[in-house]
């Protein structure tokens, strides 16, 4: 009876023992105890193997690459190409550096004085969802952090176009 209650309860999706230590504020974590969809996948993620789980996260990273990729503007993706990748890596690094240093709404300018420096921040910004505004006539570029809570992408927009 105890192994069928379990059970039951795991079928559902919300284990009430999980749901007792959900935080009261609203952490990225707190949806997964209260939605029985996301437990239900955290369930499966959990008891698969390191293989399967691995597998798993894979797909879900070309998923997030492709969906980063596709916010980049037509424009800004048809100028890419162009670009070396060595000039993606600088400014990554550049942006990635200052974004994670400054605060929630926190604005830096970059100089930005050609056409492949303004590509490059404006594509990098795009796929790390960075707001940024341009202006051309002072050869500067703004950026923003949208979320209080920035986190790098696990593959950089340098590294996705090392491989297409």
């Known amino acids: 009876e105890i192994l069928k209650q379990w059970y039951q309860r795991r079928v559902r ?21 209260t939605n ?5 996948v955290w369930l499966v993620f959990i008891e698969s193997t390191e293989d399967v789980q691995d597998q798993m996260l894979l797909s879900d990273e070309k998923i997030e690459c492709n969906s980063r990729f596709k916010k980049i503007s037509k424009s800004i ?28 709404q926190g ?40 979320r209080k809570h920035f986190t790098k992408p696990r593959v950089l927009l340098s590294e996705l176009l090392e491989h297409k």
């Open 36 to 40: 029985p969809d996301k437990m239900k």
């Open 13 to 33: 999706g919300i284990d009430p023992e999980l749901q007792d230590i959900a935080p009261s504020h609203n952490s990225p974590l707190s949806s997964l105890f």
């Open 77 to 104: 993706r048809s100028e890419l190409q162009s670009i070396p990748n060595e000039t993606l890596k600088e400014f990554e690094s550049d942006i990635y550096g200052l974004v994670n240093d400054m605060g929630y």
């Open 107 to 146: 604005v830096t300018v970059l100089s930005a004085s050609t056409k492949t420096e303004r590509v490059s921040i404006v594509a990098i910004s795009q796929y790390s969802r960075l707001k940024c505004t341009s202006h051309l006539p002072i050869n500067s570029i703004e950026v923003e952090r949208k």
